[in-house]
């Protein structure tokens, strides 16, 4: 059976579909499923935001084919680990979450490591800088998370 993980954060354009892409290229796409999507609505359809694409790109992972979607109760169903990029994607994907095994699927991504905090901060309103440091966090967290999946 394939472990099946999901990335959440608000919009699916910044932060999850960097997340969706830095652990599909770490695990065998045979034994892990990795998706992404977003608490929020704003952006349903959508590629990526340029400057995820960009800072994937510079580390060899092509994003661009991605497309946006909202998280869904449906997603508590298709996923056995759900990662939230922050305290505020979290709360709003419990609150979407009906029995105590699919609150048991929720984390916080940056809980993987040990870094005096725990939130993946929101790059979309900052420069180019953030998201070569989102990249960094998401991409130590995706190779812990591999260890523990292995
Ligand atoms: P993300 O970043 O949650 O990392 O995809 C955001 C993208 C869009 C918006 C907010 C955050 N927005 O307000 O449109």
Do not use: W
């Not at 599909?24 to 998706?35: E, H, Q, W, Y």
């Not at 694409?53 to 909202?70: M, N």
């Amino acid at each position: 059976m394939k472990t099946k993980v999901l990335m959440v954060c608000l919009g699916n354009i910044c932060r999850s579909p960097l997340a969706e892409g830095v652990l599909k290229s770490k695990v065998d796409s045979n034994t892990v499923l990795v998706d992404s999507s977003g608490t929020a609505g704003y952006h349903v359809g959508n590629p990526p935001d340029k400057r995820s694409v960009a800072v994937a790109k510079k580390h060899g992972i092509d994003i661009s084919t991605q497309k946006c979607r909202q998280f869904s109760k449906n997603d508590f169903e298709k996923f056995d680990l759900i990662y939230a990029m922050d305290e505020s994607n979290f709360i709003n994907i419990l609150s979407l979450a009906n029995t105590k095994k699919d609150e048991k699927k929720v984390r916080l991504l940056l809980d993987e490591l040990d870094l005096g905090f725990n939130e993946v901060p929101d790059p979309y309103y900052g420069g180019v800088d953030g998201f070569e440091e989102v990249y960094q966090m998401i991409n130590s967290a995706c190779e812990a998370i591999v260890k523990k999946l292995n």
